[in-house]
């Protein structure tokens, strides 16, 4: 399923029109990404909570020459599903 996808199933379910459906779910995308950029975590309740993780710095290897690279630490967001969501997908 794609954005497109997830706005005409809004604006099918809601009777918004595709452009403000894709404006509402523009702006949800917007609002989580500006809380994890921030630190902070968003919870649904029953759906999810994202939330960021920081990955620490490691050696790897470059799979092509086998040489050894530095790949330096980075903050990861993550997601983790609800009880009512696993339920609902099983």
């Known amino acids: 399923m794609t954005k497109q996808d997830v706005v005409d199933a809004v604006a099918n379910k809601t009777g918004m029109t595709k452009k403000d459906a894709g404006e509402a779910v523009e702006a949800v995308l917007d609002v989580v990404t500006s ?3 921030s630190g902070d975590q968003v919870t649904f309740t029953g759906f999810g909570k994202f939330s960021t993780s920081k990955r620490a710095a490691r ?3 470059n799979p092509r020459t086998g040489d050894k690279v530095w790949i330096k ?6 997601f983790s599903a609800g009880s009512q969501l696993k339920a609902s997908v099983n």
């Open 35 to 37: 809380a994890l950029r």
């Open 59 to 61: 050696q790897g290897v």
């Open 73 to 78: 630490e980075a903050i990861v967001p993550k």
